[in-house]
């Protein structure tokens, strides 16, 4: 799964990342825990790209209220088509969760112990997430998110047996497109390449979702 992950880049490579043409500069999150508002990169009605803030933890459009979005923060992508919660929005609100890497935890003898992944390349890239729009009874828009989950490479595997889809860039603008059959999508969802990936262990100090400082990815 994936239930942690940080966006610590500035406007400037965000923007070269997702072919954007403006980008508001963000505070750098280092622990970005769902319920919160998060980057993600959608078409707009007229086909460009655009940056939207959703909260993460997708509420169906159907939902009584917005509780179940806390239990809905990934999706997994080999059943993504046909769950309730999420076939509707796969098929046609199929999103980019901007970060830039993110955490696992590792069950030891008496303790988890976080590790923190990224690209090599240390670059932003984008999860492969869908979004929902969800009206309350009281007549409140929300719109919210989730990030696909695949089965985990061999750098992940001895940490957790899932992990996020990260999309290679050359494949955003066909995750986007809504008029793309689910058979070119399935290639989509193999894991991403361990030799273009680094990770290590960090400080307990992830655990907490309101500590967000540059600690929370120093090596141990």
């Known amino acids: 799964m994936c239930g942690r992950y940080t966006l610590t880049q500035s406007a400037e490579a965000i923007a070269a990342a997702f072919g954007l043409d403006a980008v508001s500069e963000m505070e750098p999150r280092y622990n970005i825990a769902p319920t919160q508002s998060v980057p993600v990169v959608l078409y707009s009605a007229k086909k ?3 940056l939207k803030l959703m909260r993460w933890g997708l509420i169906p459009s ?3 209220d917005a509780s179940i979005g806390s239990r809905l923060i990934n999706a997994r ?3 993504v088509s046909e ?3 999420f076939r509707a929005a796969f098929r046609q609100r199929r999103c980019l969760v901007v970060a830039d890497g993110f955490y696992e935890w590792q069950r030891q003898e008496h303790k988890k112990q976080p590790y923190y992944f990224h ?3 240390k670059q932003p890239f ?3 997430g869908l979004w929902e729009h969800w009206q309350s009874p009281e007549g409140e828009n929300i719109e919210t998110c989730t990030i696909l989950t695949t089965e985990a490479n061999e750098l992940m595997r001895p940490i957790h047996n899932r992990m996020p889809v990260i999309l290679n860039s050359q494949d955003y603008a066909l995750w986007l497109d809504i008029t793309a059959q689910q058979t070119e999508l399935q290639h989509l969802f193999h894991p991403y390449s361990s030799q273009a990936m680094n990770s ?3 400080s307990t100090l992830v655990n907490k979702p309101t500590n967000n400082s540059a600690e929370c990815i120093n090596s141990l």
Do not use: D, I, M
């Open 200 to 202: 290590y262990p960090v």
């Open 48 to 50: 460009q790209r655009q």
């Open 126 to 128: 984008g999860f492969a």
């Open 119 to 121: 690209l090599q390349n």
């Open 77 to 79: 992508s080999e059943t």
């Open 83 to 85: 769950k309730p919660s």
């Open 62 to 64: 159907w939902a009584e």
